[in-house]
């Protein structure tokens, strides 16, 4: 079976997965989204002796058919290299019952690395095979790991230029620090007054804003993204779902086909729709548990079947989830709807007017395979601090919202299945957090000055990619009204 892509929202013209690594998203504003899900096609035993790279290559050769295997062992190569701190790319860990899979050893210290650093490569082939001899503009919103991880992949890239923004008051200290020091001739970094949903919105907009792009094209450039609306960043994330099973299995912790869970700490429903798409190409999952911090919006949509973003969206400690429009649960809407663009068509206008919709019995009879659950900032904590005192591990914000959850899953349901806590980020990411967490008192105030305290009262190493943040000088210091989003792209691109 050939895999080709359908907009959500028109599911009559097909494209190749090179077209659709090029453009983000699609001309209608829809998701581009798998014509049919190939099978594994290995037994997991055969899975289980491949390293990362190898089962990364067996994995998206799948789902990117028109590239050569000679194109995607390059691309692989280059992005899961000596980069990351761990030979394992995403090593497995136990901790007393549970298992974690920590994605956080790549170059931003945030799982959007295992993508973010293979998307540049995957976009480049794909400019090379479509012959398009235009610069490509990535052009990126983040609630705060999405946008380094990006600056960092096409940092230097050839024939890209790369703008992201941010919510100038919400994403960490640290995370700023790591983007406003980024270094790279194609470059830009600019701070937005607004939240993040405020900048996804504009993206978006600018995105589909057919005169903009016509200018654009006029001058040699075209748009594309690096949010996880894209393919090329979705495919990548699927590979690690595949992996973990098949360590479970190669540790002797499961009997072939045994069915397991995952939890994932949820913001953009990007990660967890990975899994969605593992499971899809068969790899034995039951439960997806879907695990938010206070901006519940998705627990409320598992368990009610009404999306409903009218809320205020509340700045927490877990930053990279703070989101109320989560993008890639139209895809999931696709899926569940039986790939009926016209009922997304419906939805998506709702939740555009009016802030809120409601999915139909069907559909919401679908959604069994995902449990909602949510930590609130208490609960994280607490999380944090059960883990570093019971299990003698240290977890960051993120992943304590997915350990919260998944301990709430296991007493309301008592499924004793195995389950694998997706780890998002590094406890040295947020580590003013973190030590307040684990009961330490915070003296300073600059919390990039608490990474040596974390290490100090951890005894851990902080990790080499974020030891120098404090003494790499500023290079990007503009904040702008959201109104000035496209001003500022015409002037950094001089069109
Ligand atoms: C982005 C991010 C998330 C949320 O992932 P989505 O794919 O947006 O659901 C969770 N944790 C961390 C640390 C992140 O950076």
Known sequence: ???NYKSTRDNQKEYKSSYCIVSGIAEDGGLYVPTGFPHIGKPFPDLMTMDYRELAFYVMSKFLPDFSKRELKNCI????????????????????????????HGPTLAFKDMALSILPHLLKTSVKKLDIRKKIVILTATSGDTGKAALEGFSGI?????????????????????MV???????????????????????KEVFADKGFRG?????GCIFSSANSINIGRLIPQIVYYVYAYAKLLGRGEIRGGEKINFTVPTGNF??????????????PINKLICASNINNVLYDFINTGVYDKNRDLILTSSPSMDILVSSNLERLLYEISGNNSSIIKDLINRLNSKGRYEINKEMKKKLSSFYGGYSTEEDTLDAIRFAYDNLNYLIDTHTAVGFDVYRKYLEETKDNSKNVIVSTASPFKFPASVIEAIGRKIEAKDEITL???LS???KTKVPENIKDIGKKPVLHNKVIQKEGMKQIISDILSV
Not at 78 to 104: H, Q, T, W
Not at 162 to 169: A, D, N, R, S
Not at 187 to 202: E, L, M, P, S
């Open 158 to 178: 050839e024939g890209t230029e790369i703008i992201v923004f941010y919510p100038k008051e919400g994403v960490s200290k640290i995370q700023e620090r790591q």
């Open 1 to 3: 079976m050939q895999v």
């Open 456 to 458: 100090e009262i951890s």
């Open 451 to 453: 990474i040596d305290k």
């Open 215 to 219: 200018k654009l094209a006029l001058n």
């Open 270 to 283: 990007g990660n967890i729709l990975a899994a969605y798409y593992a499971k899809k190409i068969g790899t």
């Open 181 to 203: 020091t980024q270094q790279g001739p194609n470059t830009h970094v600019i701070a937005i007054a607004g939240n993040f949903d405020d900048a996804q919105a504009k993206v």
């Open 77 to 104: 190569a280059k992005a899961y290299d000596d980069k990351f701190s761990s030979k394992e790319i995403a090593p497995l860990v136990k901790r007393g019952p549970y298992y974690f899979l920590e994605l956080f």
